[in-house]
Nanobody, 123 residues
Framework: QVQLVESGGGLVQAGGSLRLSCAASGRTFSRDAMGWFRQVPGKEREFVAAIIWSGAGTYYEDSVKGRFTISRDNAKNAVYLQMNSLKPEDTAVYYC????????????????WGRGTQVTVSS
């Protein structure tokens, strides 16, 4: 069993920054990838970013490229999402998740979900 706990969400003004954290516990070594997703009521949950634990590969949704940066701390089993130049359209509940590969995460094929953290960007 893997447990994921997100933190760092909150209310920010457009153009501001926020840093999300995801702490993983349990048997995580069998999952090589971790990613961030977001969902707005009435919309499909969408992929945001992913990172490979065993390598340097990172992947981003086109709309967040250049604004968001995903990083990891393998010793802490933690993944972070630095969000800059936030826009109201970034408002959503953000979830972290584990998966076997980045490709699977991109396709929303997820092994474990966190419970999410709310990000609200005001205009």
């Amino acid at each position: 069993q893997v447990q994921l706990v997100e933190s760092g969400g909150g209310l920010v003004q457009a153009g501001g920054s926020l840093r999300l954290s995801c702490a993983a516990s349990g048997r995580t070594f069998s999952r090589d990838a971790m990613g961030w997703f977001r969902q707005v009521p009435g919309k499909e949950r969408e992929f945001v970013a992913a990172i490979i634990w065993s390598g340097a590969g990172t992947y981003y949704e086109d709309s967040v490229k250049g604004r968001f940066t995903i990083s990891r701390d393998n010793a802490k089993n933690a993944v972070y999402l630095q969000m800059n130049s936030l826009k109201p359209e970034d408002t959503a509940v953000y979830y972290c998740a584990t998966g076997a590969t980045a490709a699977r995460l991109t396709n929303l094929t997820v092994d474990y979900w966190g419970r999410g953290t709310q990000v609200t960007v005001s205009s």
